[in-house]
């Protein structure tokens, strides 16, 4: 079972942190996740079956703050931009899963 450290998540109204879906989330976007707490974001939500059953998706509080250089094999990055859903994100393709950030609204 992976744990993340609570004060490494927050928790946003009706979306709660589910551990099982930080463990079922890819290894490709888990690496990112990972990057992307030591780098100081913390995770903010969680769900499972958006848009496909079996999708994971997770979002990070803050915009990105690790630069990919080189993406995993059936990763793909996407800049989204649109503050009804989130500023970009990573999708595995295959699986669909999903590690999208939010926009900084304070800075």
Same mark, same amino acid.
């Given at each position: 079972?992976?744990v993340f450290? $609570?004060?490494?998540?927050?928790?946003?109204?009706?979306?709660?942190?589910?551990?099982?879906?930080l463990?079922?989330?890819?290894?490709e976007?888990r690496a990112?996740?990972?990057?992307?707490?030591?780098?100081?974001? $913390?995770?903010?939500?969680?769900?499972?079956?958006?848009?496909d059953p079996?999708a994971? &998706?997770v979002?990070l509080? &803050?915009? &990105?703050?690790?630069?990919?250089e080189?993406?995993?094999?059936?990763?793909?990055?996407?800049l989204?931009?649109?503050?009804?859903w989130?500023?970009a994100?990573?999708?595995?393709?295959?699986?669909?899963?999903l590690?999208?950030?939010?926009?900084? &609204?304070?800075g």
């Open positions: 079972m992976m450290p $609570r004060n490494l998540c927050i928790t946003i109204k009706a979306m709660p942190i589910e551990e099982q879906h463990e079922e989330l890819r290894p976007l990112i996740l990972n990057q992307e707490l030591a780098a100081g974001n $913390r995770i903010a939500a969680t769900s499972k079956g958006w848009g079996d994971i &998706f979002q509080q &803050f915009p &990105f703050k690790t630069k990919q080189n993406l995993p094999e059936g990763v793909q990055y996407n989204v931009n649109d503050t009804h989130w500023l994100e990573y999708v595995h393709l295959p699986s669909k899963h590690l999208a950030c939010s926009f900084d &609204f304070n």
